[in-house]
């Protein structure tokens, strides 16, 4: 009897640790003020967001990214790289420059994006691309 109480105390313990976790999420209303998209230098690209109503400096990365990948697809490329982004906040306005490298291939690395997967799931989680 002892391990079937454990097991319910460990579920209910879940339960209860995703509603906040829920409950936060639909709070979430971002308003996406643009990307301003610049080439640096053959295939790297800059990347500069702008958004309000983030949650926290990954929202902001993650507008960046679906905006790295729809522009890695127009450029006729599959891939791309994270290079470094950095996140500012000011005046309830959350801002990313980021940069990426584009490329046909997998490039090299552990930040590697496979654009046409991250457009589709930027679409599907409602984050705009370029």
């Known amino acids: 009897m002892r391990p079937a ?6 579920l209910a313990g879940c339960a209860a640790s995703q509603a906040p976790d829920t409950a936060s ?4 209303t971002p308003l996406y003020e643009g990307v301003e998209t610049r080439l640096m230098d053959g295939d790297l690209v800059n990347f500069k967001v702008a958004m309000r109503g983030a949650r926290d400096a990954e929202d902001v990365a993650r ?3 679906c905006a790295a990948a729809q522009y890695t697809l127009i450029r006729g490329y ?4 994270h290079v470094r982004t950095n996140v500012a906040q000011e005046a309830g306005i959350w801002s990313a420059d980021a940069v990426y490298t584009i490329s046909p291939a997998l490039p090299r690395g552990l930040k590697t994006i496979d654009a046409e997967v991250t ?10 691309t370029v």
């Open 63 to 65: 507008y960046a990214e």
């Open 119 to 128: 457009v589709a799931d930027c679409a599907a989680t409602g984050v705009p």
């Open 5 to 10: 109480v454990i097991s319910f105390l460990a």
């Open 78 to 81: 599959g891939f791309a790289r």
């Open 25 to 28: 999420r639909a709070a979430f």
